[in-house]
Structure formats: C-alpha cells, structure tokens
C-alpha cells in the first residue's frame, strides 16, 4: 500500500508505552506520510516534545489555546487527517472520547474527528479488565473506531497479563489497510439491512433469530469508507457515523426499505428476517393455562427481498443492483442457485450456517457470490470486515 503524502494524526497518551510510538512515527515517515503528533500533558512525562518533534518533523501539539490559523487548533488538525490513531490510548482518554468528554486538544480533536480512528490501548490487566473500561471500549467499537486490543506479556506495572500495546507493526498495517479503501462508491447511495427482524407475540415474548446484525453493519462501514452515502436498516443497537433506521419486524422493515429504494444503487439483504409473525398479536401478556400445549398460529411475511426485486422489474430500470443473502445449514450451493432464480436479485451471497466457525455471532464468514448468470466466487475464510470489502468490490466491479 502506498500511503506517500497521506495524512496520519498521532495521539499519545501518558503510558509508559509512550515511547514504543517514535518507532510508529519513524516507519510512517520513511513510507512518505506526513505525520502530525498531539499529546496529552501526562503523555510528555513519558516522552519529549523534542524527540517527536525530530521524528515527525513537525510541531508537537499539546495546548489547543495557541492556534497558528484562523481556525482553532483541534478543528485544523481533525480536517487536515485521513486517519487519526490514539497510541498508547489510556483507559482516561478511552473513557473521555466515549462519553464525549474534550477536556485537552487531543479529546476536542477525538469529539471532532468524523473519520477513521485507530484505537490501541495499553494498561495494567485489571484496568483493562474493568467493566467500565470494557464498557466505554464498547462503545468505541459500535461508532466505528477500529479497537487493537492490547496483548499479553510482562507490564511494565510488574504484572502478567493483557495490558500492553500490540505491536507497532499491527498499527501501522492497520493504518494502511484503511488507507487503502479506494472511495469506488463515491457519489453511490448504499441502502443495508441487518439484524434479525423481532415479531411480537404479546408484550413481553417474541420470536426472533440468532442473527447478531455483524456482516450488514460490516458492510454498512465498509461502504461507508468507500465513499458511499449509507442507510442501514436494522434491528441491533449501533453508534455509526451515518444514517441508521431502527426497525423491529418483517413489515416495518420492508415500510424502510421502500422509502429508501428510490435513488438507491446497491440494496444488500443481509438481514435474517422472519418468515412468519404471529397471526393475532395479544395486547396483553398471554397468561399459562391448564393446557400442556399452545397453539401459535403464524402468517407469513413479505418477502422484502422479492417485493423489491419485481419493484425494479416494473420499473425497467437497471437500478438498484440488490443483492440477497442465504443461510442455509445444507444443501448450499443447489439451494443458493435455487434461490436466486426464485427471488430475482442480481447477488445472492451464500454462507454455511452448520459450521460454528463462521456466520451467525462469529466475527468471521465464508461465503460463496452467485451472480444471476450462474458465475460463481467464493471468498475465503476471513474477518467480516475483509468479506465485506471484497463481497463490495466484487458487485461493483
Ligand atoms: N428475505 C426477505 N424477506 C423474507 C425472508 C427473507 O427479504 N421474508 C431475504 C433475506 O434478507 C435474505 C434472503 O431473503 O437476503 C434469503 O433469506 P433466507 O432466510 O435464506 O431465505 P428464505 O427466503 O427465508 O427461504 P428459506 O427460509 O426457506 O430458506
């Protein structure tokens, strides 16, 4: 990856890992990128100014009440950055960028940053541990920041166990991997759904899916760093820097998928929606009797994936590409072909949902790409940010 004249935002925190960041510095420079450093006041007992100085050739800044320009510091730096990385992130400042806190440059920077972040934390085993650092960590994740965990070893604390930053070379590649999303979405309106739909019952029982929503909003972040203007459609709790509309059932899905069709280049159905709902929903909790059976009676829903695929027919517009998803436990490639032809989209991307490995809650898939003139691509097994980029570069080629 080429990342000459790229624009890479440093932040230090105080941690004694600190000084492992010059090296972070040196390897950014000798690849061409231009490298700025923001430190916060404790960051400069483990480090000089000077010495990051040296290394970015560039000033080091710390205050955010000396600005050079018209505009204040931390906007400056926030719109000058593709991508701004926090090395060593102390659980201080992880805790501050998740509520929202901007106490010093390099929070105020963090709260106005809208871009890719790079998040490496480095602290004893215990406070990394602790549930309100986790929880904060959490947060960071679901509005996108791209979290590399600390690894375990000795701490410089005097004890054994996760704490301490991963490897230089892990950030860097991380920083680059980013950089290299091409923006080939650009100018392209990218309409997801994930999550499995919730039909309600009575109001407190439903019937629902494992689906945990993770490829639909690995997708919606990838095409968000493509360039494209993205509405995720979704059943899941998530913190993104764009659109999102919450939904719950089958039929208040296929209500935003509709509103959303219009100018619309690419619809993804990642979602697992329900095939059924309940026929009549009980207003009130639906008490146990005497019976040792009950009897739900269910309808069927739409078939979103069907509706808008005649809804493009009728229009005899070639737009939007809609692309499907099939969980199938066998059969996958005769039920996939099967289903494409059944459902008329242009992709239909097929994963196996008979291995534990992969799919449903996993943080990683394999999926096969059918095309509607019987192509086929299988992509291998990798983190579902990866099958995301690919599964998009591949139905926009
Ligand atoms: N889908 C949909 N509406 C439904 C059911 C499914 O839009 N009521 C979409 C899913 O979002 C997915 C694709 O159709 O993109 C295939 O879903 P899947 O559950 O594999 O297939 P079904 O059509 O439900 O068929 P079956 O359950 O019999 O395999």
Known sequence: MNIENKHILIGITGGIAAYKICELIRKFKKNGADVQVICTPNALNFVTKLTLQNLSQNEVFVDEFHPKHWKPEHISLADWADVMIIAPASANTIGKIAQGIADNLLTSVACAFPKPMIIAPAMNVNMWQNSGV??????????????LPPESGFLACGYLGRGRLCSID????CACDILSYSKILSGKKVVITSGGTIEKIDPVRYISNFSSGKMGLALAKCANLMGAEVTLITTKDVDVPFKTIKVQSAKQML??????????????????VADYRVKNYSEQKIKKGNDETITLELVKNPDILKEICNKKQESLKNTPIIVGFCAESENLEENAKDKINKKGCDFLIANDISRSDIGFNSDENEVIIFDKSGGKNKLEKSSKTLIARKILEYINH
């Open 170 to 173: 892990k950030i860097f590649d």
């Open 134 to 147: 986790q929880s904060n960590i959490n947060i960071l994740k679901s509005r996108g920041a791209e979290i």
């Open 255 to 272: 209500e935003s998928v509709n509103s959303e069709f219009e100018g619309a280049d690419f619809i993804i159905m990642a979602s697992a």
